[in-house]
């Protein structure tokens, strides 16, 4: 215990001795050797702490700005979503109004339904609705879309849904009127899933691109004057009786959403 008790004396006496000797520069000789000999490695540690803690900073700064980076993209894939699915409402509800107006226009009874689900293949193009035989829907009423386009035709009723055979289905056959100066007859086919165009258009009857097709009213359970779609082309062979007129859609099938089965 005395021999702690002195050399913690003596270690006291040292450093106040050290401390004295500074005061009066004793010790700068001394002092003045130690910064040369230690200066230039002080020097780099000190910027090595400096590089440190820069490269901290900027890790810092890049994190962050990954982050914000980040959060603005999910913000606006929100808000490119949320400016979508507002376009689609938009679209959906003129639809709407114009299947309103028209149903006011032409004084018919119609059913407005939904489209559940759609069934496509190489062939066929049909879509199923949730209307059926307990709202009055029956095999061969015509639906339409929009401002009265004609789009298919009910062919499968069941209590509570039915199919509905687009005009593009391999099947599907409408009798209709070319609205030219002779009102020329036809049929309109589908094209396999894809397309459709006008057949038994006698080879005489003149045809323009542009021509406006309509159901010709000789379907008992379809109106006459429903618009279906509009000549894109016409393609004559003169050594057949009849020509054909490829037509293009007034409405995009492939975007609907609610339909109308005009009802008898």
Do not use: C
């Not at 007859?185 to 094209?191: A, I, Y």
């Not at 000549?231 to 007034?250: D, G, Q, R, W, Y």
């Amino acid at each position: 215990m005395d021999n702690f008790f002195k050399l913690a004396l003596l270690g006291l006496m040292i450093i106040f001795l050290i401390i004295a000797l500074h005061y009066i520069n004793w010790l700068k000789p001394v002092e003045n050797a130690l910064i040369k000999v230690l200066g230039p490695g002080q020097e780099k540690i000190y910027s090595l702490v400096l590089d440190i803690k820069d490269f901290r900073t900027r890790w810092l700064i890049k994190r962050d700005w990954l982050q914000e980076n980040e959060e603005l993209r999910k913000k606006f894939e929100e808000l490119r979503i949320d400016q979508s699915s507002l376009n689609s409402l938009k679209s959906e509800n003129d639809l709407l109004k114009q299947e309103l107006n028209f149903t006011q226009e032409r004084e018919i009874k119609t059913v407005t339904a939904k489209i559940i689900t759609g069934v496509s293949d190489s062939l066929s193009k049909s879509v199923i609705i949730n209307k059926g035989f307990n709202d009055q829907v029956e095999d061969g009423l015509a639906v339409v879309a929009g401002p009265g386009v004609m789009v298919g035709k009910i062919y499968d009723v069941y209590a509570d849904h039915s199919k509905v055979l687009l005009l593009t289905d391999n099947q599907s056959r409408v009798a209709a009127t070319i609205q030219n100066l002779n009102k020329t007859t036809g049929l309109v086919e589908g094209q396999f899933g894809l397309s459709f165009a006008m057949t038994n258009i006698p080879q005489d009857q003149e045809v323009k691109n542009g021509d406006l097709i309509v159901t010709s009213g000789l379907e008992g359970k379809i109106p006459k004057d429903l618009l279906i779609a509009q000549v894109e082309s016409v393609n004559e062979v003169e050594s057949e009786i009849f020509k054909t007129a490829l037509l293009t859609p007034i409405i995009p099938f492939d975007n609907l959403s609610y339909v109308l089965v005009i009802l008898r």
